[in-house]
């Protein structure tokens, strides 16, 4: 099992920023991908960004150029740096881990924190 536990959410004004932080905990070894996703009242959940094992990192397109997502492997951490907020920025953002590596054997299962929000409004 793998506990996600999302930080750094909250309200800021359009063109503000925010830094959003998720902590993984668990008996694992090694964690695979490592992403975030959000979704907004009445939308389907959309990626806002990846990065893999290896450091490789894809972002939504709605994103691209204003969020960086960086991970740090020996804390277990993935953090969204997020710029130059819109209000259609505004959503709960989930993070996300697709497969963890226990001793000797892994578990291609995807796991997802609770969710924090993010308001961007004026």
């Known amino acids: 099992q793998v506990q996600l536990v999302e930080s750094g959410g909250g309200l800021v004004q359009p063109g503000g920023s925010l830094r959003l932080s998720c902590a993984a905990s668990?008996?694992?070894?090694?964690?695979?991908?490592m992403g975030w996703y959000r979704q907004a009242p009445g939308t389907q959940r959309e990626l806002v960004a990846h990065v893999s094992r290896g450091g490789s990192s894809v972002y939504g397109d709605s994103v691209k150029g204003r969020f960086t997502i960086s991970r740090d492997d020996a804390k277990n951490t993935v953090v969204l740096q997020m710029n130059s907020l819109k209000p259609e920025d505004t959503a709960v953002y989930l993070c996300s881990v697709n497969g963890v590596w226990y001793d000797g054997t892994f578990e291609n299962t995807h796991y997802w924190g609770q969710g924090t929000q993010v308001t961007v409004s004026s």
């Open positions: 668990g008996s694992f070894v090694r964690l695979n991908g």
